[in-house]
């Protein structure tokens, strides 16, 4: 079983920065793809970025790609969300996942509690 807790969620003005923070314990993560999916206000969950479990593999939405890059530090069970040029549409709350590399969210069997991030 996996816990996953994120942090680094915060307010920002648009065309700032974030890194948003995915810290996981139990066994075993390391085994895991890991994600990041957003819900907008009043939006459907949004897949945002995958990444295989040894880090060698990253996917993108086409709405970030060129401003976020995910990235896995395996050592310290965490994983990344590093946010540029952040937009107003990009404010939504923000979880992490575990489970298998897919943009669909019922391929991840855990999920985070979530971290806001708003961009105003």
């Known amino acids: 079983h996996v816990q996953l807790v994120e942090s680094g969620g915060g307010s920002v003005q648009a065309g700032g920065s974030l890194r948003l923070s995915c810290e996981a314990s139990?066994?075993?993560?390391?085994?895991?793809?890991m994600g990041w999916f957003r819900r907008a206000p009043g939006k459907e969950l949004e897949w945002v970025s995958s990444?295989?479990?040894?880090?060698?593999?990253?996917y993108y939405a086409d709405s970030v790609k060129g401003r976020f890059t995910i990235s896995r530090d395996n050592a310290k069970n965490t994983i990344y969300l590093q946010m540029n040029s952040l937009k107003s549409e990009d404010t939504a709350l923000y979880y992490c996942?575990?489970?298998?590399?897919?943009?669909?969210?019922?391929?991840?069997?855990?999920w985070g509690q979530g971290t806001q991030v708003t961009v105003s």
């Open positions: 139990g066994y075993p993560y390391i085994s895991y793809c």
């Open positions: 996942a575990a489970g298998s590399m897919s943009w669909a969210d019922t391929a991840y069997k855990y």
């Open positions: 990444i295989s479990s040894d880090g060698s593999n990253t």
